[in-house]
């Protein structure tokens, strides 16, 4: 099986993990479920869930418990969009292909169906207790890195130098400070959750959680780049939004030439570190390396 074929194989499956943990839309307040569907089942990469997955195999995993926190955290990242493409945000109408959460339910549901992805997030992670209720100190502690890596010294945290930047230019310590947490927070949550719930050492966790800082980084430089390079009919969503939204990016700061060179030498920087820790990682790897290369 190549590549394409296994990703297809893995987003399938987070799909139907997906589906399987959305609560069914019923009662006066079903709106607001049908709305977390409609950006939650939106396709994407689904790129937090597998490496989550992935990390959860290479060391060893076994069994369903991995699952809740699979939707928890493409949840989280998804209320995330949701927010971001509001008018006081970004405010863009078209994310994953089609119109944004706030432009088909209204901006008043698009906040709330964030805010409801993310609560249900929560909810929908705790569900690995009633699993495995023996294991309920990994548990606890994927809990723990799960509401850190989402909250102000995470993603969250980086969404708000992020906008409160917005508008002039940013040093390069600032911005790089932007994208680790952004950016990286999440998918460093997705790496070490799947080691702590494989029972990986701290040592190991820690080795994951910096091979994630390093992909962030060049996922979102590649984003940077996407983002002056390609049409909103290829990726999905608006181009030029950083141009129009004033904010300094990594192209704006160190141009197109040496984004395009740092991407991939990042990326192999990652991939060493992995390869480091002696485990069986090969579609790991292959998952990085198409990163560097997307188109979208």
Same mark, same amino acid.
């Given at each position: 099986?190549?590549?394409?074929?296994?990703?297809?194989?893995?987003?399938?499956?987070?799909?139907?993990?997906?589906?399987?943990?959305?609560?069914?839309?019923?009662?006066?307040?079903?709106?607001?479920?049908?709305?977390?569907?409609?950006?939650?089942?939106?396709?994407?990469?689904?790129?937090?869930?597998?490496?989550?997955?992935?990390?959860?195999?290479?060391?060893?995993?076994?069994?369903?418990?991995?699952?809740?926190?699979?939707?928890?955290?493409?949840?989280?990242?998804t209320y995330s969009l949701v927010h971001d493409d509001l008018p006081a945000m970004d405010n863009?109408?078209?994310?994953?292909?089609?119109?944004?959460?706030?432009?088909?339910?209204?901006?008043?549901?698009?906040?709330?169906?964030?805010?409801?992805?993310?609560?249900?997030?929560?909810?929908? &992670?705790?569900? !690995?207790?009633?699993? #495995?209720? %023996?294991?309920?100190?990994?548990?606890?502690? =994927?809990? @723990? *890195?799960?509401?850190?890596?989402?909250?102000?010294?995470?993603?969250?945290?980086?969404?708000?130098?992020?906008?409160?930047?917005?508008?002039?230019?940013?040093?390069?310590?600032?911005?790089?400070?932007?994208?680790?947490?952004?950016?990286?927070?999440?998918?460093?949550?997705?790496?070490?959750?799947? &080691?702590?719930? !494989?029972?990986?050492? #701290?040592? %190991?966790?820690?080795?994951?959680?910096?091979? =994630?800082? @390093? *992909?962030?980084?060049?996922?979102?430089?590649?984003?940077?780049?996407?983002?002056?390079?390609?049409?909103?009919?290829?990726?999905?969503?608006?181009?030029?939004?950083?141009?129009?939204?004033?904010?300094?990016?990594?192209?704006?700061?160190k141009g197109l030439e040496k984004a395009r060179?740092?991407?991939?030498?990042?990326?192999?920087?990652?991939?060493?570190?992995?390869?480091?820790?002696?485990?069986?990682? =090969?579609?790991?790897?292959?998952?990085?390396?198409?990163?560097?290369?997307?188109?979208?």
């Amino acid at each position: 099986m190549n590549f394409k074929e296994k990703y297809q194989e893995r987003t399938k499956e987070i799909e139907g993990i997906l589906a399987k943990y959305l609560p069914k839309p019923e009662g006066y307040q079903k709106i607001i479920m049908e709305a977390m569907e409609y950006s939650l089942m939106a396709g994407g990469k689904r790129l937090r869930p597998m490496l989550m997955g992935e990390s959860f195999r290479m060391f060893g995993g076994e069994g369903e418990i991995i699952e809740p926190f699979m939707a928890a955290i493409e949840m989280i990242h998804t209320y995330s969009l949701v927010h971001d493409d509001l008018p006081a945000m970004d405010n863009d109408e078209y994310r994953r292909g089609r119109k944004t959460t706030h432009v088909v339910y209204g901006e008043d549901m698009g906040i709330l169906a964030g805010d409801a992805l993310l609560n249900y997030a929560f909810e929908t &992670a705790c569900c !690995a207790f009633d699993m #495995e209720p %023996e294991n309920s100190l990994r548990i606890g502690q =994927a809990m @723990k *890195i799960l509401g850190r890596k989402a909250g102000v010294y995470g993603m969250v945290g980086g969404q708000v130098v992020d906008v409160k930047e917005a508008g002039h230019q940013v040093s390069g310590e600032m911005l790089d400070f932007i994208y680790r947490l952004k950016t990286g927070a999440l998918l460093e949550a997705s790496v070490m959750i799947g &080691a702590v719930l !494989a029972g990986a050492s #701290e040592e %190991e966790t820690a080795k994951m959680e910096s091979v =994630a800082g @390093k *992909i962030g980084l060049a996922f979102q430089i590649q984003d940077d780049i996407l983002d002056v390079t390609s049409t909103t009919e290829v990726l999905g969503k608006p181009v030029h939004s950083d141009e129009k939204n004033e904010k300094t990016t990594y192209v704006t700061w160190k141009g197109l030439e040496k984004a395009r060179e740092d991407v991939p030498r990042m990326t192999e920087e990652a991939i060493q570190e992995l390869e480091g820790l002696g485990r069986e990682c =090969a579609f790991f790897k292959e998952i990085l390396n198409w990163l560097v290369y997307r188109d979208k």
